[in-house]
């Protein structure tokens, strides 16, 4: 079993950062790709920002430029540096995982976290 947690939502003003982090562990062989959604309320989930095991990363058009998505393979640990946050930022951000679980099962797995609330105020 595979388990995210992650931490780094609040309260901020539009303008300011925050930082969010997403901490896989359980039994984990590898990690692919990594990625945080968000889900505003009345609104469908959407793919905020991915990043592959191979480090290359993409991103919504309304966050380019302003989000950055980051990995530390050592930590299991993926982040999503966020900055000039606006009010229409404010939403629950959620982590994906995707990768293989330890032998003997070797079977791929995706795991989500359980959610961090963002908001921003005007």
């Known amino acids: 079993q595979v388990q995210l947690v992650e931490s780094g939502g609040g309260l901020v003003q539009a303008g300011g950062s925050l930082r969010l982090s997403c901490t896989a562990s359980?039994?984990?062989?590898?990690?692919?790709?990594m990625a945080w959604y968000r889900q505003a309320p009345g609104k469908q989930r959407e793919l905020v920002a991915s990043?592959?095991?191979?480090?290359?990363?993409s991103y919504d058009d309304s966050v380019k430029g302003r989000f950055t998505i980051s990995r530390d393979n050592a930590k299991n640990t993926v982040y999503l540096q966020m900055n000039s946050l606006k009010p229409e930022d404010t939403a629950v951000y959620t982590c994906k995982v995707v990768g293989f679980r330890t032998p003997p099962l070797l079977t791929k797995f995706e795991s989500w976290g359980q959610g961090t609330q963002v908001t921003v105020s005007s």
């Open positions: 990043i592959t095991g191979g480090g290359s990363t």
């Open positions: 359980g039994s984990i062989l590898s990690i692919n790709s």
